[in-house]
């Protein structure tokens, strides 16, 4: 899931100076699930810039908010008040907020900060388990990522500072590689980490040009 903190609103503020009308863009999946940007959320934000002189035209809840064609129908169904808007305010993750951007042709302005991809211990408890580097090696690590989990991103073994189990950066997590290793050894499959991992690759970008992970 994509884990998103809200922006402070004065900063939201900031991005609507000098704008009047705002309709609002939320997202039904991981924004709701981090109660950043679900209807709750969203209606909250309606109430606070009504209070601070703006107009909301309207809002919507997309699902999700990060495919293009939903947002593109979604828009349509609310055509008057998204036309009738200076910008959109979107309350999801920056894919969303591009996707928003995509299927209109207002200015957008994003409202949640994306932080991290990462798994749900509990209820508005998430811890960070990937960093979406396009070559998972959860195959030879146990299921365990090195790259997100270490703290120093270490591929091919620890680094020989941790004590007793916990990492040298942050003695308040586990060392990342000594789960590994006990994992592995706990499934009789310790002999997976005498694989050589080669050097992540990098590529250009078909797109813009920008490098990106292969």
């Not at 997100?148 to 590689?177: F, H, M, Y």
């Not at 991992?197 to 250009?204: E, F, L, Q, S």
Request: aromatic share 4%; net charge negative; with cysteine.
């Amino acid at each position: 899931m994509i884990i998103s903190e809200q922006k402070p609103f004065e900063e939201i503020l900031g991005f609507l100076e000098g704008e009047e009308k705002v309709f609002i863009v939320g997202c039904e999946l991981c924004a709701t699930l981090c109660q950043t940007g679900g209807e709750e959320q969203v209606k909250e934000m309606e109430a606070k810039l009504e209070e601070a002189g703006k107009t909301v035209t309207g809002w919507i809840i997309l699902n999700p908010a990060c495919h293009i064609l939903e947002a593109k129908r979604g828009f349509r169904e609310k055509k008057e008040a998204v036309n009738s808007a200076d910008s959109l305010l979107v309350m999801t993750c920056g894919t969303g907020v591009q996707s928003a951007m995509e299927a209109s042709n207002k200015l957008v302005h994003p409202a949640l900060n994306t932080v991290f991809l990462g798994a749900i211990k509990r209820f508005g408890q998430y811890e960070e388990r990937c960093s979406l580097c396009g070559e998972c090696l959860l195959d030879i690590m146990g299921g365990i990522c090195p790259i997100t989990r270490c703290s120093k991103g270490l591929l091919n073994g620890p680094c020989g500072g941790s004590q007793d189990g916990k990492c040298e950066v942050d003695p308040s997590i586990p060392c990342a590689w000594q789960s590994i290793i006990e994992r592995l050894t706990k499934l009789g499959q310790l002999d997976r980490l005498e694989k050589i991992v080669a050097p992540k690759k990098w590529k250009d970008s078909l797109i813009a040009g920008l490098p990106v992970r292969r």
